[in-house]
């Protein structure tokens, strides 16, 4: 699969610590972030993905299916990881989807009007609703963005779905900042931080980390799902591929991490309470 990257380093790691009140919550936000990226009681599942593509949607809701009837939800940790489809969206390209589409890819209004029907009858057998009538077309670094902080703050798979809702169901704009901000809050974010996240470039490094990690790992299109870093899914499978591939990843991961017993030498002991043998 090509070399893995090393993970993104949380952006409290470059601080310098100190005893200041300041210093003090960034040092305890840094070590919050270090227990959260402790993958030793759980198989690491990485999901290169972006919001303005439905497979991506559709393809969450077959993984979780296949998660739910595995019996390993709770040994799985999920990180959604940065891409984009088309990066160079500007916001006067705010447009209808099926407009875009045709203007974009050459498509005829028949042409483009089946195949999102395709699309909405795939998400449909999934459950979801889709409404490419009121999608709006729009860039999702930012969005990305907001994903990046959801994860430090272990809220990011809620981050995803609601920001795949709102833009293929709700018809919302995932690049406004108010949208973003309600998003974030609605998931249990600080707004103060989603504010000063949207005013600056924090999370900027490790989105383009996520997307140059993806090329270097072969990634060509998504939804792109790695198990333990040994197996990968490619699009919107089905949920019995996914489930084949849980159960062989999380086997042999499981495997790999059984605690080995340890072979004790007894001998005299204090114990608490204050008895000693």
């Not at 299916?65 to 940065?82: F, Q, Y």
């Not at 160079?88 to 009007?113: R, W």
């Not at 779905?161 to 833009?167: P, V, Y």
């Not at 504010?195 to 980390?209: I, R």
Request: with cysteine.
């Amino acid at each position: 699969m090509g070399k893995w990257a090393q993970p993104v380093p949380a952006a409290a790691l470059r601080q310098a610590t100190g005893m200041t009140a300041a210093q003090k919550t960034k040092q305890i936000k840094h070590y919050k972030k270090l227990q959260m990226n402790d993958t030793s009681n759980t198989m690491l599942v990485e999901v290169w993905s972006d919001v303005m593509c439905p497979f991506c949607y559709i393809g969450k809701r077959k993984f979780e299916a296949a998660l739910a009837a595995s019996g390993h939800s709770g040994n799985i940790r999920l990180v959604w990881k940065s891409f984009q489809l088309d990066p160079g969206i500007q916001a006067s390209d705010n447009k209808d989807y099926a407009g875009f589409l045709q203007k974009k890819k050459g498509f005829s209004e028949a042409q483009t009007k089946g195949m999102l029907e395709q699309v909405s009858s795939m998400a449909r057998g999934e459950g979801l609703d889709f409404h490419f009538e009121k999608a709006v077309v729009a860039n999702s670094f930012d969005a990305h963005r907001l994903s990046q902080l959801a994860q430090q703050q272990g809220v990011q798979d809620a981050v995803e779905e609601a920001l795949f809702l709102a833009h293929f169901t709700e018809g919302k704009d995932i690049s406004d900042k108010e949208t973003l901000k309600a998003i974030g809050v609605a998931c249990g974010l600080d707004a103060a931080a989603i504010e000063s996240l949207l005013h600056s470039n924090a999370f900027t490094e490790a989105v383009v980390q996520d997307i140059d990690e993806a090329g270097q790992i072969g990634v060509r299109g998504v939804p792109f799902f790695v198990f333990n870093r040994k197996y990968a899914i490619s699009g919107a499978q089905d949920t019995n591929v996914f489930s084949n591939t849980i159960d062989k990843a999380y086997t042999e991961w499981q495997k790999e991490n059984e605690a080995a017993g340890l072979q004790v030498i007894e001998g005299k002991v204090c114990k608490p309470g204050g008895e000693c043998e």
